[in-house]
């Protein structure tokens, strides 16, 4: 169900989900989703459980630059792929709709940071950033200009938006900002 | 018109918005309102491009970091406030259904940054940041970490994440991430 949902999210978009289109497409009856998922937004909901479940590890580069962006890069690279894109843009969009699809969108941003916070940490015992600095606030600084870019101003996003995202990251850690009392 | 869209964007968001409600509240017939604005994106286009029109300033406190502050205070304080939050926050949600309305908000935030890139040619002036550096990438740090919060994660904002935000932007800006070659 959860493939069906991504693949008419992918085609669709949020605002053209149907729980006719997903039943059809995996096989099941309506009714059997209705009465199982309650509908559009229990779909999507489920759908998006699945990303906290995988596997998903961040990138281990050896130094917080090649961290970072490794990071960014896959942010760019999954939204540069019209395919690939197609279901995260879905979910942003549901969860101005929904409140259920928005619990589960912040759901999964709570749960990519704080398996990302392994990145400050490996660089704060390298000395690469001071001690106590914030790791979700080092990985929002990095990732947070591609997203505004993504749904909120349409810019385009090239290797110097995610060097310069980047490289804002890695100097404002370095300097401390990011730390207790920075 | 605008005023009348607006105010039944705060009430009811993108979602609930009809050319019908919006006719009655301003007192213009409905076919008419279909006649001049083709509908609700062309109500909600319109209403977007006042924000263009409009005399906004972007503050002069003296510094680099004031100046930013005072940016990212308003980005806050405006969507801290159900009723002043309401119309931008819909405008966001009108961008995923309707080209008109995602044009209309780039070009929005596009006025916002030039109008803002005076900040980073007076700091520059100053001696704050580097020669050439780039003033829409300083204001664009600001304030994504800001709408990447209220539109993506739902993350909750305090003076500390505006203070951290600020201060990323100063520090990168310092040390050159955004000047040319930077």
């Known amino acids: 169900m959860r493939d069906a949902t991504l693949a008419e999210l992918a085609l669709h978009g949020y605002a053209g989900l149907t729980v006719e289109n997903v039943a ?22 489920d759908a998006l459980d699945l990303a906290g479940e995988d596997s998903w590890r961040p990138p281990d580069t050896g130094s917080l630059e090649g961290d970072l962006r490794g990071l960014a890069d896959e942010v760019r690279a999954t939204f540069a792929d019209a395919e690939a894109g197609a279901a995260p843009s879905a979910f942003v969009a549901a969860a101005f709709h929904s409140e259920r699809a928005a619990a589960a969108l912040h759901a999964f941003f709570r749960d990519r940071h704080a398996r990302s916070a392994v990145i400050v940490e490996r660089a704060e015992r390298r000395g690469e950033v001071p001690a106590g600095t914030d790791a979700g606030a080092v990985v929002r600084a990095t990732t947070a200009p591609l997203y505004f ?34």
């Open 149 to 182: 870019r993504l749904f909120i101003t349409g810019e385009p996003m090239d290797g110097g938006t995610v060097a310069q995202a980047v490289g804002a990251a890695v100097a404002a850690a370095r300097a401390g900002v990011f730390a207790a009392g920075g």
């Open 24 to 45: 059809e497409r995996s096989g099941v009856h309506k009714t059997t989703v209705y009465r199982r998922w309650g509908g559009v937004d229990g779909l999507v909901v």
